[in-house]
C-alpha cells in the first residue's frame, strides 16, 4: 500500500518569514495530493490540493508542488502570520481521491510574531 | 457553507460496550468515510462507503466494526466490544468527487 512520509515533524518560524514542508509518497498509481490544517482540537482542514497531471499550484499565500519523477511534493507557505500555527498534514490517494487517504505524520508549524 | 457534521462531540464507554458513531454527511456526497487519530498521531483510514456498500477498508477495521448508511442523511460507525486502544477521535468525512471534508470528530474514550 502507500507510505507517505513528511518532514520536518516541527518548524518554527518568525511572522513573516515563509514556511516549506515536504512529503514522499511510495505508490506510483497515486495522483491526488490534499493538504490539511489541523488546529488543536479541531477537524483536518482542506487548504490546498493537487491534481498529478500538474505541477504547481497556487492559492493567495499558499503553494503546491508536485515531482511525479521523485514522488514528492511540498507546501509552500509565504509571509506567514500567527494564524497559520497549526499542525500540517500531507496526504495521498490514487483514483483522482475517492479512494482512502494515506496520511503523512503531520508537521507542527509555529509561527514566532 | 455546508459541513459534515457528527455526533456525539464526545462518548465515553466502557469496555466491552458497544458504540455508535454517528455522522451527517454534507447533503450532495456520494462518497463517505471514517477515518480515527489516535492523540498526537496522523490521521488513520478505516472505510470508505459507497452506493451503500462497503468500498474499502483498513486492517483496523476488523470484525468488531461496522457501517451503516440507515436512512438518506446519517452515516454510522459502530464498534461492537470496545478496547481500550479504540479510544482515539474519530472522524467521518465525505467526498463529492475528490476533496474530502472531515467532520469535527467524536472523541471516543474507552476506560
Known amino acids: 500500500g502507500e507510505n507517505v512520509e513528511q518532514h520536518p515533524s516541527t518548524l518554527s518560524v518568525q511572522e513573516g518569514d515563509s514556511a516549506v514542508i515536504k512529503c514522499t509518497y511510495s505508490?506510483?498509481?497515486?495522483?491526488?495530493f490534499p493538504w490539511y490544517k489541523q488546529e488543536l482540537g479541531k477537524r483536518p482542514q482542506l487548504i490546498i490540493d493537487?491534481?498529478?497531471?500538474?505541477g504547481e499550484k497556487k492559492d493567495q499565500r499558499i503553494a503546491v508542488t508536485l515531482n511525479k519523477t521523485a514522488k514528492h511534493f511540498s507546501l509552500h507557505i509565504t509571509e506567514t502570520q500567527p494564524e497559520d500555527s497549526a499542525v500540517y498534514f500531507c496526504a495521498a490517494t490514487s483514483d483522482t481521491g475517492r479512494r482512502a487517504l494515506t496520511f503523512g505524520s503531520g508537521t507542527r508549524l509555529q509561527v514566532q510574531p | 457553507e455546508p459541513e459534515v457534521t457528527q455526533t456525539p462531540s464526545h462518548q465515553v464507554t466502557q469496555m466491552g460496550q458497544e458504540v455508535i458513531l454517528r455522522c451527517v454527511p454534507i447533503s450532495n456526497h456520494l462518497y463517505f468515510y471514517w477515518y480515527r487519530q489516535i492523540l498526537g498521531q496522523k490521521v488513520e483510514f478505516l472505510v470508505s462507503f459507497y452506493n451503500n456498500e462497503i468500498s474499502e477498508k483498513s486492517e483496523i477495521f476488523d470484525d468488531q466494526f461496522s457501517v451503516e448508511r440507515p436512512d438518506g442523511s446519517n452515516f454510522t460507525l459502530k464498534i461492537r466490544s470496545t478496547k481500550l486502544e479504540d479510544s482515539a477521535m474519530y472522524f467521518c468525512?465525505?467526498?463529492?468527487?475528490?476533496?474530502?471534508?472531515f467532520g469535527p470528530g467524536t472523541r471516543l474514550t474507552v476506560t
Open positions: 468525512a465525505s467526498s463529492a468527487y475528490s476533496e474530502q471534508y
Open positions: 493537487i491534481r498529478s497531471n500538474v
Open positions: 505508490d506510483s498509481a497515486s495522483n491526488y
